[in-house]
């Protein structure tokens, strides 16, 4: 076993008392003593778990531990176990510690060069102050230190090719020969790599060898493009199924992307993918832009007469902005999505030429900051900075996440941003919204029977479900789905390119659909359970559950519907007549206060009911629906259900509706009401539902399907 295990083991195995650890090697009482490690959270599941356990020393054991597993030289082995063991103690020290070596010019967030700084420091004989000259062997360890990790950063498009050319004075200066040299980058890469992800050392070892036999060989290479730098950054964005050549095209014709940012072509670029892995390739190239024409930028060009090539920054760190984009939520680590809104929000309304002239936009509670720090000048540092305030909600969001307070938490930060609400119940949690989504196709299925033409708009199309089934049982059909919501776009357009489907979506206000669609060129529009959302979220007049949000979403879909076309509809109903009441005998002992606590936060109306006993109300029946829906659906969508009204007319309320918002234009040519599958089998062991007398009886009719067609010929 190596060494330095036997070291690890005996300090995990409390052998090494806390006491007596400055009797242990230095690398490793620095390791010990990181107070707040610093670790690239990528690929850590949990936040909390950093605070019970030392992530960089774990690291550092995996290391050695591949190593101790390879066929290696013996000097190869003892030297690579000299680099790893030291590779990563930037990272470390206490936070006094720390200060004392940025004084000293310890670079401490460029990590790999502020460990062979430390390496170098510890390794030189400083009696007297006088420090004698390092061996070859102190030297080649520290150049391999130094230059860890950065062919898998190569790879990652994270730096630039001559970042890894102090490897080739390895064999220069006669120190190692060109074989030896490619034995130890192989078995460096091997152990750094494969202690993050096995998995990931099988995908790369190829491209690593490749590049090794570059340096050892001294081959000349160019760099990556702009474009295919980009690609590389967003890897796991283009398997998770971003377009990105498309995306790069649109891109290239709004704005000279290879010119303005050749600038980073020679700086290398740290936790990129960990902080904007989740922002579109269009934000990620805004931010870069942001750093190329901040201040700190700009001065230091002038500085060098205007020469970006020369400037003395060579190292762009995105930390700052990894650290504040995730969260630990009960042990997981969860990306900040309120932050990821707000600046999703913020970067929208930078246009290419604000940024290139380096205008800082007013904006409330967020702005970027680019930093430079005077005993880091080589280093620029990009965040986003939220006002106290805004990070006071955003923190009160995060806690009261599955609450009563949730929806007044959002829609306050909503607020405060100037963000639309009907975004609201997509905003957290959406893959749970888009799984549920997308597991409701057997009830969609049946709008496929009342489509016409062949080209069909599917509003709010959710998870794509609709998309797909028009794509599989209608192929000769265009299908296109059109939200407001950025994230459901973004989820959809990931899912059409790793998927390989033909349908198309965008981002669009179903209320406008004559900015993005011409009129008459649409054979069918379809709204699926969306029209209730619309009336629910949409403020129309100065107030939200407004009838004229409905009739607004009809006359847009009439305006772009060709002549014989159809507008098909599903959604909820209430019942007729409305007088009616019902009794409901609750099964649970919670049932009545769920009542009670459903009554005080609905937002749709005001709900009443009369109790009769601890465990019996009688209550009018569209209230009594209503109260069910959420029922139904269970503490995990509270929050969301209370913001929402799902009966929205009664069949005669919704007839009248189209009637004078469509006119004589317009045929109702079904107009059919049902109760939805399911509800009745929910709800047979938690409540007894009964007519006023106390008999029971059936759940009312809880869903329509209307079809709409526009008068004319259609073009066959």
Request: proline share 3%; with cysteine; net charge negative.
């Amino acid at each position: 076993m190596l060494h330095a295990l036997e070291v690890i083991q005996r300090y995990k195995s409390g052998k090494s008392p806390q006491q007596h650890l400055q009797q242990e090697p230095q690398w490793l009482q620095w390791l010990v003593a990181a107070e707040k490690p610093r670790i690239n959270l990528e690929r850590i599941h949990s936040i909390a778990e950093l605070q019970k356990t030392n992530a960089v020393l774990d690291y550092t054991e995996r290391t050695l531990r591949m190593l101790d597993r390879l066929q290696l030289s013996f000097w190869i082995r003892e030297l690579l176990e000299e680099v790893l063991v030291w590779s990563e103690t930037a990272k470390g020290g206490s936070l006094e510690q720390r200060r004392t070596w940025q004084q000293q010019g310890i670079n401490l967030f460029v990590h790999n060069v502020g460990s062979a700084q430390l390496y170098h420091l510890n390794a030189t004989d400083r009696e007297n102050g006088l420090e004698s000259a390092t061996s070859p062997r102190q030297e080649i360890i520290r150049i391999l230190i130094s230059t860890h990790g950065l062919i898998g950063q190569y790879i990652r498009g994270e730096i630039p090719y001559a970042e890894n050319t102090p490897l080739r004075t390895l064999i220069t200066k006669g120190w190692v020969t060109g074989g030896e040299l490619r034995s130890m980058l192989m078995a460096l890469n091997q152990c750094i790599i494969g202690a993050v992800d096995s998995g990931l050392w099988e995908q790369v070892q190829d491209e690593v060898g490749q590049i090794v036999d570059w340096i050892v060989s001294g081959t000349e290479h160019t760099d990556w493009s702009v474009k295919e730098r980009l690609s590389r950054l967003r890897s796991n964005s283009i398997r998770q199924g971003e377009a990105i050549d498309e995306t790069y095209a649109r891109l290239t014709q709004q704005f000279p992307v290879e010119q303005e940012l050749s600038a980073l072509a020679s700086r290398t670029l740290w936790y990129v993918e960990s902080a904007m892995r989740d922002f579109s390739l269009e934000e990620m190239v805004k931010v870069f832009l942001l750093a190329l024409h901040s201040e700190e930028w700009e001065k230091e060009i002038d500085e060098h007469l205007n020469d970006s090539s020369v400037t003395s920054i060579r190292h762009i760190s995105f930390e700052p902005l990894m650290n504040t984009m995730y969260y630990d939520y009960k042990g997981v680590k969860k990306l900040n999505i309120y932050k990821k809104r707000m600046i999703e929000k913020y970067l929208e309304q930078y246009s290419w030429e604000h940024i290139t002239a380096g205008e800082q936009l007013p904006y409330p509670h967020l702005r970027h900051r680019i930093e430079r720090y005077p005993d880091l000048p080589d280093t620029l540092f990009v965040t986003f900075e939220f006002s106290p305030a805004a990070e006071k909600l955003i923190a009160f969001c995060i806690e009261a996440e599955k609450s009563p307070l949730y929806e007044q938490a959002v829609l306050l930060l909503f607020d405060l941003f100037g963000l639309r609400r009907d975004a609201y119940d997509r905003f957290h949690n959406e893959e749970t919204y888009l799984s549920d989504m997308n597991s409701s196709g057997d009830y969609k299925k049946v709008l496929l029977d009342y489509m016409v033409g062949k080209r069909v708009l599917d509003i709010g199309p959710g998870g794509g479900v609709l998309l797909d089934l028009i794509e599989q049982e209608k192929p000769e059909v265009e299908a296109i789905g059109i939200d407001i919501s950025a994230n459901v776009i973004e989820a959809l357009e990931r899912k059409k390119q790793r998927e390989s489907h033909r349908w198309h979506v965008m981002k669009g206000d179903a209320l406008q659909l004559d900015q993005y669609m011409d009129s008459g060129t649409v054979d069918t529009v379809i709204f699926s359970s969306i029209l209730h959302e619309l009336y629910s979220y949409i403020e129309r007049g100065g107030r939200r559950f407004n009838t004229e949000t409905v009739a607004a979403a009809l006359h847009s879909a009439f305006q772009v519907l060709s002549p014989g076309g159809r507008i098909l509809i599903r959604d909820g109903i209430m019942s007729e007549p409305e007088s009616q009441k019902r009794r409901i005998r609750f099964l649970e002992p919670d049932g009545l206060r769920w009542l009670e606590r459903y009554a005080a936060d609905f937002k749709g109306r005001g709900i009443s009911y009369e109790r009769i006993s601890d465990d019996e109300v009688i209550i009018p029946i569209n209230d009594a629906m209503e109260f069910l829906y959420t029922y139904t659906w269970g503490e995990e969508a509270y929050v969301h259900e209370v913001q929402e009204q799902f009966g929205v007319f009664t069949p005669q309320a919704y007839e009248k509706c189209i009637r004078d918002t469509l006119g004589e234009h317009a045929d109702i040519i079904m107009l059919r009401h049902f109760l939805q599958k399911g509800y009745t089998e929910a709800l047979e062991d938690r409540i007894v539902f009964m007519d006023e007398e106390g008999t029971p009886v059936s759940l009312p009719d809880s869903t329509c399907l209307i079809v709409i067609e526009k008068k004319g010929r259609r073009d066959v």
